[in-house]
Nanobody, 114 residues
């Protein structure tokens, strides 16, 4: 069992910034970790994913505004979100895959008012 804990969500105005954090156990043989958004009335979608080798992919309309990072010295993954838009509203989950199994955190709510 891999436990992930997100934090850092909140209610902000359009154009503001937030930084989300996802704490993880560390020393896990993960193929990568990422962030996903569950917007109201929509399916969960990719925000950003960092593979174990360091390659990063971003979801649609995120690149240039969002930055995913996972410092080696910390058991934490971050998502820096700038220039937030109302469409960024939703619950943000972090996920990792270990030995072919996906593990999800409980999510953190982000609300962006126009």
């Amino acid at each position: 069992q891999v436990q992930l804990v997100e934090s850092g969500g909140g209610s902000v105005q359009a154009g503001d910034s937030l930084r989300l954090s996802c704490s993880h156990p560390g020393n896990i043989a993960s193929s990568g970790m990422g962030w996903y958004q569950k917007a109201p009335g929509k399916q969960r979608e990719l925000v950003a994913f960092m593979y174990s080798g360091g390659a990063v992919i971003y979801g649609i309309a995120r690149e240039g505004r969002f930055t995913i990072s996972r410092p080696n010295a910390e058991n934490t993954m971050y998502l820096q979100m700038n220039s937030l838009k109302p469409a960024d509203t939703g619950v943000y989950y972090c996920k990792t895959r270990v030995a072919g199994q996906d593990y999800w955190g409980q999510g953190t709510q982000v609300t962006v008012a126009s």
